[in-house]
């Protein structure tokens, strides 16, 4: 199962970077936790979203306060029911127009197929200590 969670993870970034929320959902549990390190990283709160509704919500907030964004990740790995990716977030505020990139990493949980927990750091580290590897 574990390339077919490498397959759903660029699925899911390539949908990201269309703004195609619907299609992220496709391999998402309905149960899904997201926690998304951009808004956290900006506006200093950590949120959790839940369910497709709750991704959908987080979706409007970022895509409300980030005008542009762009995930790059040059390094996956795929640890069987987790799939980690390694790179670079680069953003654009939407209405102060600052742009911003940083380190970024992304772990998702899959269980039967579909993501049931996203979460992505700021600090590559701390994803790959919460996905249990080290650097």
Do not use: C
């Not at 970077?17 to 506006?43: F, N, Y």
């Not at 919500?57 to 306060?65: A, M, P, S, V």
């Amino acid at each position: 199962m574990s390339q077919e969670n490498v397959e759903a993870f660029k699925r899911g970034l390539d949908a990201y970077h269309r703004r195609d929320v619907e299609a992220m959902l496709e391999d998402a549990d309905p149960e899904i936790e997201w926690q998304p390190a951009a808004l956290t990283g900006l506006e200093g709160i950590e949120s959790v979203y839940r369910g497709h509704e709750g991704v959908r919500e987080g979706f409007r907030d970022l895509f409300e306060t980030l005008g542009e964004i762009h995930l790059d990740y040059p390094e996956i790995q795929d640890l069987g029911d987790r799939v980690v990716g390694i790179g670079r977030i680069r953003a654009r505020g939407t209405e102060s127009g600052v742009e911003t990139e940083s380190p970024h990493a992304t772990v998702v949980v899959y269980q039967n197929g579909m993501a049931v927990r996203v979460r992505s750091y700021l600090d590559p580290r701390e994803a790959l200590e919460a996905a249990g590897l080290r650097e």
